[in-house]
Nanobody, 126 residues
Framework: QVQLVESGGGSVQAGGSLRLSCVGS????????MGWFRQAPGKEREGVAS????????LYADSVKGRFTISRENAENTVYLQMNNLKPEDTAMYFC???????????????????WGQGTQVTVSA
């Protein structure tokens, strides 16, 4: 089972940027679509971005389109989430996720994923 470790969260002012990283331990990493999700206190987990196994296709939530970019470096088993022009409503715990199956995707539905990281906190102040 893959282990996922996120990093890169922090506190920024509105308009700022952060880059999240997620490193996977499984040797099938390069054959799986990957996703970033977030969950704010009292709210449901929300799919933010997803990327296909090869990195050629990506999917974004409407709330982050044009501001966030998902990418991956399969040689390093790493997926990134570049977040620009951050807003206070982006404040949440951000999670990296991987599916059990190979290929397919990308998907923003949490039910498509079976492995989750521990999360990294992003806080955006006005």
């Amino acid at each position: 089972q893959v282990q996922l470790v996120e990093s890169g969260g922090g506190s920024v002012q509105a308009g700022g940027s952060l880059r999240l990283s997620c490193v996977g331990s499984e040797n099938t990493f390069s054959r799986k679509y990957m996703g970033w999700f977030r969950q704010a206190p009292g709210k449901e987990r929300e799919g933010v971005a997803s990327i296909s196994a090869g990195g050629s296709n990506a999917l974004y939530a409407d709330s982050v389109k044009g501001r966030f970019t998902i990418s991956r470096e399969n040689a390093e088993n790493t997926v990134y989430l570049q977040m620009n022009n951050l807003k206070p409503e982006d404040t949440a715990m951000y999670f990296c996720a991987a599916p059990a199956s190979l290929y397919g995707g990308p998907w923003l539905e949490a039910g498509r994923y079976s492995q989750w990281g521990q999360g990294t906190q992003v806080t955006v102040s006005a």
